[in-house]
């Protein structure tokens, strides 16, 4: 048990991603029940190094744990990265009295938690991106909720594509990963998906002779999944289109898939993270971010968890393939 | 009253839109309940030239009211704007005996039908387009559910930039009709939006200068409707960015706006629309396009029909900017 | 033109229906884009009556065009029936020196604008309930929502329904007026659907000679829409199964169907109609009811308006019976 | 490796799923991708009892990924329970000249598995329930699209239930189990849910209770989750109305949550899994369930898997309870 806690503050940085919100939500709300007072700081760090922040009461989240985006808004922060820059979030943490940080974010987010702990700052990571890329977890704030948008968003392309015996490219998001486009494409049934991870396949030979073959099979329509991170959505469309004389269209999802609102996993885990932080914080159990793994939760060392390596399982997109005939 | 109708031909011609399949159903039911045997025609009037064509029982068209697209597929048809297409079309429609047949699309859809009748073919054309591009009719098939999937769309860009404070540019679909992006705008809370009906106000000047305004008056986000007609949303955000210093993105809906479950309205207007086309034919009254005027269908001769002018109404943009404030 | 406007109030009563919001943000940005300063009276005439209110600016009215409910909140006010209660709330209205009243609610809210006329109140009112059941328009707010909720619900029962060769029967709301259940069951290809509009006819012996006659034709699952102003759902699903030995449910959808964000329909009338409020109100036009017929918008005398009697059109209930084969 | 597989059976059995398909599609193209023909059974059980199949080829499951429901249909098999129509449904497996038979159903379904099994029928359960009932897996395909249809309709409730300060009483589904409940609960934001596993505190006066010190706290309207296992909503909606004076309701979900397009999640695992099934009978390891478990699928014994208790872990109620204030 650690000493007694008086006030914590709270902010999310980094891409926002849908269940936010419901983390936020849960911090806040466990805290009180524990009589913990909550300072929201806005703007990620930018509002710790500038002081942008605003007490959250009970009310102030009523009404938010459905709601994408999130209501303390989110940067990057540039001047996080100098020693001069966390000397300063450092020392206004002091000022307002906090006697913990919970941070709602990417690897990139819990980069700043690592330096300020140097500093004396007691932090707790919570994983929040739509794309996956967190190395410590299995499970990030979004993901569920973006790949919903995305294969929903492929089952409406399915219907054009189909009335037209045509071919659709649809680009979704996930940086330098692959998880999103890989889920989008076994969620909406699609015939090749191209990933950051095994570049050297992911060619648009690969493709046109997959087409190909799938349409001498008897398939009318193609469908074909583009992660962000390899991208060139719209040359693949015409290449496709110029040597197989099928009618191809490409569509860019963008940041449609970073908001809406969150899936009930996304809430429930989001809240279940959001209750655990404050948990933690309560036991003296600092510096530490939260994970999902092998179907529970545990607590990582932040130093330990940014040194973790995440493996691309390629049996999924085995399976993608077998699926596609 | 005509003569007895023994047979009749259906096809959906054009480009898709949701709620095709829903009036196809109900010509087939329809039919079949007045004892007149159904020929759905593939893949538009190509289907018609080419003989490609099965008979559709009542089953063929059960659970297909809620599902996008159309199970007869859609194409273009080149060789229907030649003297030669046409006739072979017509004599195709003979061979088969058909009594009738029922067009399922747009005014270049109709088009077809006013050659088609000067030799001899009865036509009934049934407006679909998911652009409300048909000169005679208020409302088309598929325009409701591609707004409702824009609105959709623009909600969850509402709630990253938001978060994020910055501005998006949507580009929505409507060839060169600004209808669906007015609707998007409006539904969407949009403060401004680029029409092809009023192009010399489209400029990048004005929207730039609208969104510093409203900065200034205190909002922290924008949102910015584009239409296909006007286009360019990528080098827009891109100088908005520039010039105001607001992190801008675009998004390009697509082809994403063309699929999807129709809405109830688009299911029950397609639905009254297939069953009227039916009794327009069981009545003789043939060569007819059934319209939705002034809150009533009406079946508007078909040369008259694509006679017709829509006039853009200027109102529904006034009470846009009004809003955005 | 009517003497210079400064400031109005505005309300929402009665049952609450999406878009309600939608309605109250065009009334609030176009009040305050004319310098019209407005007041936000909650509960109803409740809060008229009690001094329950809270002055609207333009940001309290920010993220709530795609909100279900009212942020006004609703509620029925007895008071208001009485002499007492109509002087107090007039009373009121001339202390705050509102120059009009925007009533967002159904036909018993407008009969509290017209008491409230006598005493010298200037009143609007905007059609908003989603049974459809207000004399004087069209359409009326919410109901475009109410419907899809429950087409999107039916979808649903459909699933299982088929899954299990069972008959689903489902009740839909709409209190004495059979709209949502007409369009519910279109929407929903309901094969049967038991209006209060034609009660005689709205018997289970109908009902069970319906689904055997459907089952004989090959069709291996039912589908049957209640209107709430019939009701006992539960009963019949049971007389169903014992009388013909299919395995029978009832769903009563509830006030599900009373929330969820507007459609794209309802926001863009809502907001064309708070619009208009706002404009009757600068052209010194009052006691006005705003309606939609025929296509366009209206204002009509509200004493005209409730007298008004709206008409049932059996052609809708027809098609569906033909439609269900 | 086991010997040479030709051909295979599928069934779906007792309540239907959304996902089912999902995994009926996995387990068609991973059969034909390995030269194995499949043979669907219908109507669970009672197909293989009666030679109720047909053949299912590549094309047969083409779009039903992200159909909800089963193409095969779904019933109970009394007659499975007995020695006679075990030895039937074997006989008929033999006479087919069946290698294997993929079972996708829950607990049920699965001991008819392992009555099948002492007659040579070699076969593989998928975990299909929307309740999540099934000891052996933490996983079961349907209960995400559940929980996801649940709190959406949980979301529109609150809606309306804001606008008047009410009380909303919503019954989900789940049989004996009250995980639906639970994560609706949480998904949703309840205050209060009432689970069959722990009877003693799922009183009215602890509802009522929470519900007055709710309001106390300034909450304005209240949610409260029943589970199908503990019932009476009505009853319950109708005594906190009397008890505390606040106007409530009460929804009953029911077989609303059995339908509707599977989740991406239930997609994925069920397209997995379906793999996993023909895998498995590759491998010539036959007679086991597949389940997900600690974030991995494992293939348990048949027998075990029956014998396997699943626990209630508190936890989550707690955290329920304190995210409600």
Known sequence: MGKEVKKIGVLTSGGDAPGMNAALRAVVRTALNNNIQVVGIKRG??????????????????????????????????????????KKAA??????????????????SFQG??????????CIGIPATIDLDISCSEYTIGFDTAVNTG????SKLRDTTGSHERCSVCEVMGRDAGY??????????????????????????NVIKQ???????????NLVVVAEGIGG?????????????IQTRATILGHLQRGGAPTALDRVRASEMGYMAVQLILEGNMNKVIAYNKGEYEAIDIEEALSMQKEFD??????VKVLSI
Chains 1, 2, 3, 4 share one sequence.
Do not use: F
């Open 45 to 86: 760090y930018n509002g710790l190094m500038n002081g942008d922040i605003r007490e959250l009461k009970g009310k102030d989240v009523s009404e938010i744990l459905g709601r994408g985006g999130t209501i303390l808004h989110s940067a990057r922060a540039l001047e996080m990265l100098t020693e001069e820059g966390q």
């Open 91 to 108: 020392n206004i943490y002091k000022i307002l009295g906090l006697d913990a940080l919970v941070v709602i974010g990417g690897d990139g």
């Open 113 to 122: 938690c690592k330096a300020l702990a140097k500093y004396g700052v007691n």
């Open 151 to 154: 294969v929903d968003a492929i």
């Open 180 to 205: 999103i486009a890989l889920w989008c494409a076994m969620g909406g049934g699609a015939e090749e998906v191209l990933l950051p991870e095994s570049k050297e396949t992911a060619t648009s030979e």
């Open 211 to 221: 087409i190909i073959e799938n349409r001498s099979k008897g398939k009318l329509h």
């Open 233 to 245: 959505s719209q040359e693949l469309a015409k290449e496709i289109q110029e040597k197989t004389g």
């Open 314 to 319: 390629p049996k999924m997109y085995e399976i």
